[in-house]
């Protein structure tokens, strides 16, 4: 490597030293509630897979189909020619799922923040920003160059005594946060979000990543769990969690939809979403209309997982979901103890910084529907007995 190229190296290295660097697994199965890795088969943890549809076979059936009718590749951006049927046909199922005059799909849900921010405000503009926000929603607020306030993490009194100080500020306003925050499972106090955005004449925009699937009835979200109707502005949601597929995208009026797909540079300069991908994304949201089993079956293992948890004296924070994390503090720490239970069985991967604040590394055990008990009791076994080995417990 050349010597402008140095710094790589040097950075990687500072990343191991502090225990900060990610130990990538490959998994060599299907994903489920059980999986394969280095030939071994073990409790997954880890994945998004909240409802466990990642390898449902209506969801891979619907795709061999939609391949076998379209093909696989968009074959262009959808401004120009990748808009296919298959896209609107999900667009409209997403839309009525989420109880919004309208959506439009983009390639994920990072996409789907990077689609919806920078078309709302601008450089003159203001956004109040959860301090705990999502990257991509970030990310999305930088590429707008609004003025970015961050707010103490949901925290209404400090949004809004940071709405009033702009209050003279004559330009657009939105406030965004995180339905679900991923890292602790705690829930935005959207009500009270949107109390203040009409009295303060601000635009309210909420990713739900973690909310779909697993809030509201049937999984609806966080806006149908606080019964919100239209009074958010903007929903953002991914395919990639409770879905169990991928791909993102933005619920909301039919006008908001109509401005992103004209203004949205995700959708002017990026192909669209697979055929099937889109297959698979219609067959998911399908099964979420027709029953709430699922979503019931992620709650019960996720407050079983957290009440053995808690008896057996783990601190796991401040979680209202069945996103469970297990605090260790110590980033270094996490990882021997993410490691120790690979070697027991378990595939759990412990976050440090800079995903969550220095300090407060952890290991977040995720739950899925797919999960048994038999699997759980396995789990909690296996944390007790490292835990003890670490002093954690
Ligand atoms: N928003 C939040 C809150 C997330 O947790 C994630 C995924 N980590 C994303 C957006 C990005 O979603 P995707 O993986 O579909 O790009």
Avoid at 189 to 196: F, H, T, Y
């Amino acid at each position: 490597m050349s010597s402008k190229m140095k710094f790589v190296d040097e950075e990687l290295k500072r990343l191991k030293d502090e225990g900060l660097y990610v130990n990538i697994r490959v998994i060599e199965s299907p994903q489920g509630p059980w999986v394969q890795i280095e030939g071994r088969r073990v409790l997954n943890l880890c994945s998004n897979n909240y409802l466990g549809l990642c390898s449902d076979p209506r969801l891979c059936a619907k795709a061999k189909e939609y391949i076998d009718k379209y093909g696989v590749g968009p074959g262009a951006v959808r401004t120009i020619a990748g808009t296919m049927s298959i896209h609107i046909e999900l667009e409209k199922k997403l839309a009525a799922f989420k109880g919004a005059e309208a959506a439009i799909v983009v390639q994920s849900g990072f996409c789907a923040n990077l689609s919806a921010i920078p078309p709302l405000v601008g450089k003159d503009d203001l956004i109040f920003s959860d301090e705990l926000n999502h990257a991509s929603i970030i990310d999305g607020c930088r590429l707008s160059r609004a003025e970015i306030v961050r707010y103490a993490h949901c925290d209404v009194k400090d949004l809004e005594a940071k709405l009033k100080e702009y209050a003279g500020r004559n330009c657009r306003k939105l406030i965004v946060t995180d339905g679900v925050f991923s890292m602790d499972g705690d829930i935005a106090p959207l009500p009270e979000i949107v109390d203040l955005a009409d009295k303060y004449g601000a635009m309210v925009m909420v990713d739900d990543a973690h909310g779909e699937g697993v809030l509201g009835r049937g999984g609806r979200g966080i806006v149908d769990h606080f019964g919100l109707g239209d009074r958010v502005d903007v929903e953002v949601g991914t395919l990639s969690k409770a879905f169990g597929v991928v791909g993102g995208f933005v619920a909301g009026s039919a006008s908001l939809v109509e401005y992103l797909r004209q203004k949205a540079r995700p959708n002017l300069f990026s192909s669209a979403l697979t055929v099937p991908d889109v297959a698979a994304n219609i067959a998911a949201v399908d099964i979420l209309e027709e029953s709430d089993d699922l979503v019931k079956k992620l709650w019960e293992n996720g407050n079983y997982l957290k009440q053995c948890l808690k008896e057996r004296g783990f601190d796991i924070g401040r979680s209202q979901t069945p996103i469970t994390p297990i605090m260790v503090g110590d980033a270094n720490k996490a990882k021997e103890f993410s490691l120790k239970l690979f070697d027991e069985g378990i595939f759990i991967q412990s976050i440090a910084y800079p995903t969550v604040p220095l300090g407060k590394a952890r290991l977040r055990a995720m739950v899925s529907a797919a999960h048994s008990r038999k699997d759980l009791d396995f789990a909690v076994d296996k944390f007790t007995k490292v835990g003890k080995v670490l002093g954690i417990i």
